[in-house]
């Protein structure tokens, strides 16, 4: 199961990445997430961990797999029979600002059981990190201008 939100931001890319790197933050700006910790230090990166409290899910740990910088990464988390694998790529938009593209993937056993569920949950949480993201990344943008 595959679920996809594409946004646009009018926002430079590196404002959007900034933001959207900044695991720490993320509660402060998306209500898909009630708590995150990154589990190192520095900038993300592949083999980076957090620990997230997405709405609808329980608490994970999430390992970065790979990473793109200035562009894409890719991270995954194992937990109750599930396997998610979460992409976030930042796209120059021909028109000017950023178009953002999020994407989560299921697999396991247990993906299948509660399909319907993970469905509804990716939708709402997808939908609100886009939108979340393109707020915090334009209120950046507007306060370093």
């Not at 937990?79 to 998610?84: F, K, S, Y």
Request: aromatic share 8%.
């Amino acid at each position: 199961m595959r679920y996809e939100r594409t946004q646009h931001i009018a926002a430079p890319p590196d404002v959007v990445w900034g933001v959207m790197t900044d695991i720490a933050s993320w509660p402060s700006w998306t209500k898909s997430c009630s708590s995150a910790e990154r589990l190192d230090s520095g900038p993300l990166r592949a083999a980076s961990e957090a620990r997230l409290r997405l709405a609808g899910a329980p608490t994970t740990t999430w390992r970065v797999t790979s990473m793109d910088e200035g562009r894409s990464f890719v991270w995954e988390s194992n937990a109750r029979g599930v396997r998610t694998v979460a992409s976030h790529e930042v796209m120059p938009s021909a028109g000017g600002g950023t178009d953002v593209r999020l994407a989560v993937e299921y697999s396991g056993v247990m993906a299948t059981v509660f399909g319907w569920m993970l469905a509804r949950v990716s939708e709402r949480n997808l939908a609100w990190e886009a939108e979340g993201l393109a707020r915090e990344s334009e209120r950046r943008a507007g306060a370093g201008a």
